[in-house]
């Protein structure tokens, strides 16, 4: 039940950008940055439209490298306004396949998102952000699957 005081989670981003689903202009050289993300109370934002990106968040959408994010996540951390923050390990992802961070999670910090850089485009990035509770059933979500 949301009152058990933390919760494992985990945020798997499948990337399946390829010369096969690019219709035209797919680079040769293709990657993602690595994961990152954490696990923070509903006014936490990593990417939102419309708004202004934060430093950190730039960082990773110009040159993939997560560690400026790392440290806004420490400040908020600090804060109480994360439970934890992540950086998927491994490196870059070529092409095709997965990154997998793991964050905890409590009954009052159950949103996690994440973003991981398309490159070799200095701006791209895609993100996810989503809750992982049902307050009305009053449980965890055990999965949750995002297009």
């Not at 804060?79 to 992540?86: D, I, L, N, R, S």
Request: proline share 5%; glycine share 10%; hydrophobic share 40%.
């Amino acid at each position: 039940p949301l009152s058990s005081l933390s919760a494992d989670g985990r945020v798997t981003m499948e990337q399946v950008w390829s010369g096969a689903t690019t219709v035209r202009d797919y680079p040769s050289n293709a990657h993602w940055s690595p994961l990152v993300g954490a696990s923070h109370v509903g006014d936490v934002y990593l990417a939102r439209q419309g708004t202004k990106a934060s430093p950190g968040v730039r960082a990773v959408a110009e040159t993939g490298w997560p560690a400026k994010l790392d440290l806004e996540l420490y400040a908020l951390q600090e804060e109480g306004k994360v439970k934890e923050g992540a950086v998927a390990t491994g490196g870059a992802v070529f092409g095709q396949g997965e990154q997998t961070i793991e964050l905890m999670l409590d009954s009052r910090r159950d949103f996690v998102s994440a973003i991981s850089m398309m490159a070799p485009s200095p701006d791209w990035i895609a993100s996810i952000r989503m809750v992982l509770c049902d307050r009305t059933r009053g449980e965890w979500i055990k999965t949750s699957r995002r297009p």
